[in-house]
């Protein structure tokens, strides 16, 4: 569960980390507004939840109200990565001298809080070498001890005054993360500003199974779809590659992208029907993937509880709606998959009862779309 930017930086306030003056603003007006009261240069920033918005020209900079109004004209209403964009952080513009990098997150291998610092933060993080990135295990029973921070503030060259707050920084970022159940928080570029070191952009993203012991406004920071699937009880996820998949039970889901990935393709998304998916959910699971426009939908199912006569059915229902406009290939095995498999050889929707075939299939399929996108006759 992703937070916006300004959601993520009060949240950094309340620990005490320095961030800089502004507010989230839903029109020009208002964005002149904080412009005049910040009585400076300011920068617009769009509020979507992904990063990377620097370099897609989300980030604005404005020396007066009246320019400020005009670039938040711009960006509202604007598509940033795929997001749209329906509010801003209007801040005082920082001068910055130095961006550093400062991240936790969990280390799925080691089972740890893993602390990541460099001198060379900002908008190119991910192609900086390697040497210049301190990473640390944190033993989670003991905690980061403010030696440690010292020793990080050492590592990425900081001295004096700025080493001072950066351990200061460090140590609250980590109670952050470990009292907000954090799974990811980052602050990148963490701006040497003068004498001062200030968070100028913050991400933090919760354990979504915490949510019951904060009060984040869960409604603001879902996307539509995730707010469609959870709405009907059931499990989605976004991920980056090319395959819608709907499966039923998360080893049956996880089994399905790791046969994708196999084949040379990847998901796009996954939706986990669960194990006694009927009819119903069924169809608007698969209407709810179907809106993502993938290159190619999977749906595989190993029916237990779930039929797949049911499963069938509910297919061939939602490609006569017509709401289905990208192609789609089906496993289908267990409980009535005769049945299940006969339903959809009518219908002409191809169908297997072996999920390596399938797979197969789905991810020639996506490649082949991929190469036509790639000749130029992309209709997204
Ligand atoms: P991101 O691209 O989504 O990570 O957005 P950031 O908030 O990190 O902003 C991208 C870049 O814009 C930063 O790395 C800075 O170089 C620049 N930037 C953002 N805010 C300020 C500011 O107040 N002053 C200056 N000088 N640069 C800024
Ligand atoms: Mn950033």
Same mark, same amino acid.
């Given at each position: 569960m992703k937070l916006y930017e300004y959601m993520a930086k009060e949240v950094f306030a309340d620990y005490g980390i320095p961030i800089p003056a502004g507010r989230v603003v839903w029109s020009p007006e208002e964005a002149a507004d904080v412009a005049a009261e910040l009585g400076g240069p300011v920068v617009v920033k769009v509020q979507v939840l992904t990063g990377g918005r620097g370099k897609a020209g989300g980030i604005q900079f404005a020396d007066d109200p009246g320019s400020a109004r005009e670039k938040a004209g711009d960006l509202l209403g604007s598509e940033i990565r795929g997001y749209a964009v329906d509010r801003l952080l209007v801040e005082e513009h920082l001068n910055i001298n130095e961006e550093l990098y400062l991240g936790i997150t969990v280390d799925p291998a080691n089972r740890c809080p893993l602390i990541i610092a460099s001198? %060379?933060?900002? *908008?190119?993080i991910e192609d *900086?070498?390697?040497?210049y990135i301190d990473r640390r295990e944190i033993a989670i029973q003991w905690g980061l001890f403010p030696y440690q921070a010292r020793a990080i503030a050492e590592q990425i060259g900081l001295s004096g005054k700025i080493a001072g707050q950066f351990v200061k920084i460090a140590l609250s970022l980590y109670r952050l993360f470990r009292e907000q159940d954090a799974e990811l928080t980052e602050i990148n570029p963490l701006a040497v500003s003068g004498d001062r070191l200030i968070a100028a952009d913050a991400r933090l993203n919760i354990d979504?199974?915490?949510?019951? %012991?904060h009060d984040y406004p869960a409604t603001a920071i879902r996307s539509e779809t995730e707010e469609r699937v959870a709405a009907l009880g059931l499990s989605y996820v976004q991920l980056e590659g090319d395959v819608a998949v709907m499966a039923n039970g998360a080893g049956e889901t996880m089994a399905t992208m790791d046969i994708l990935q196999h084949y040379g393709s990847g998901a796009m998304n996954f939706l986990?029907?669960?194990?006694?998916?009927d009819m119903e959910s069924t169809t608007n699971a698969l209407r709810i993937l179907a809106s993502t426009r993938p290159r190619v939908l999977l749906v595989n199912i190993f029916g237990g509880i779930t039929r797949c006569d049911d499963v069938a059915r509910a297919v061939v229902q939602v490609t006569e709606e017509g709401c289905l406009q990208d192609p789609l290939v089906v496993r289908l095995s267990g409980t009535n998959d005769e049945q299940g498999l006969a339903i959809l050889e009518e219908a002409g929707i191809p169908s297997f009862r072996n999920l390596e075939d399938a797979a197969r299939a789905a991810a020639r399929t996506a490649v082949l779309r991929g190469e036509e996108d790639v000749d130029g006759d992309s209709d997204q």
């Open positions: 001198s %060379r933060g900002g *908008v190119s *900086v070498p390697g040497k979504a199974d915490s949510r019951f %012991r986990d029907a669960g194990g006694g998916a």
